[in-house]
């Protein structure tokens, strides 16, 4: 048996059309243009790359791109005001403040004091109380999109048993929020889980972003189960050039599973239309227009 594969950039392409076409309707109706602010406290390249490609998808999407580039050397207090004067910016939408910060910012702070209406990456507290009580939070974006691709591959996601690995409050602990909203039973293991193997043989949905490369291997997973690779790691091969490979081994993986986001093309274009999706929706939550089914 060879998995299915899931092409999350075709996915994505789709989404951001739907997207783009709320947002002209938007504009089109009531003269607002939704606006995404980037801000990046730095010169990681990582970062920066991260930033240019946001700003890049959400201009061809219909919202406006704004960015805050600061120098690595910004105290707390400035940042903080920036955030301020961003949180009283009606151009503003949705705030990105760009992850990793320097070491000398607190970086919950920092997100903590985001407008809660403007946080397209729902990481503020309230967003994340919202979510876990099944209230109306602005979701997380990475795992957002991997329940969107779950949805699309399996006909019913009730009743299945996900196993998520990695408990971040970026991916592992939101995903296992919205899992559990689709009823699923829901197991989440971690660098301290003493047999993780024998979760995933049992598991019918297996979700890895625990940031190891190749750490899943085939003979762990369920056959026919659906596999999520979250993971990015660049690995280096002969000749010194590297490549990117996800947290399981793939051609293991493809061999057993039922369905398998290769890595890349998988997860990764599904975050950056789910941005632009939060910015859309915040866009209307935040002047009391219905909010569009995308």
């Not at 990695?166 to 899992?179: D, T």
Request: glycine share 10%.
């Amino acid at each position: 048996m060879t998995a299915t594969r899931i092409d999350g950039k075709a996915r994505a392409e789709r989404l951001v059309g739907e997207v783009a076409a709320a947002a002209a309707k938007l504009k089109a109706e009531a003269g607002i243009v939704p606006g995404l602010c980037a801000v990046l406290v730095g010169d990681d390249p990582a970062s920066q790359i991260y930033v240019r490609n946001k700003g890049k998808a959400a201009t061809a999407a219909g919202i406006q791109s704004l960015q805050e580039t600061l120098p690595a050397s910004t105290g707390e207090a400035d940042l903080l005001k920036l955030i301020e004067r961003l949180n009283a910016d009606d151009r503003v939408d949705g705030i990105l403040v760009q992850l990793p910060l320097p070491h000398h910012v607190d970086a919950q702070r920092v997100i903590a004091a985001i407008d809660p209406a403007k946080d397209v990456d729902g990481f503020h507290p309230q967003n994340v109380g919202q979510l876990w009580s099944g209230g109306r939070a602005l979701v997380p974006c990475t795992p957002y999109g991997c329940l969107v691709l779950l949805r699309e591959t399996l006909s019913s996601l009730a009743g299945a048993d996900a196993v998520v690995i990695g408990r971040s409050n970026i991916v592992g602990k939101p995903m296992a929020a919205l899992l559990l909203a689709e009823n699923c039973t829901v197991t989440i293991v971690h660098s301290r889980s003493r047999d993780i193997p024998a979760a995933l043989r049992r598991a019918d949905i297996v979700v890895a972003a625990v940031g190891r490369p190749e750490f899943v291997r085939g003979g762990w997973l369920k056959p026919g189960s659906t596999v999520i690779d979250v993971g990015i790691n660049r690995i280096e091969v002969s000749g010194g050039k590297g490549r990117l490979v996800g947290d399981v081994a793939f051609a293991e993986a493809e061999a057993v599973a039922g369905a398998i986001t290769p890595v890349p093309g998988g997860v990764g274009p599904m975050t950056i239309a789910c941005l632009l999706r939060n910015t859309v929706i915040a866009a209307c939550r935040r002047r009391g227009r219905a909010e569009p089914q995308i």
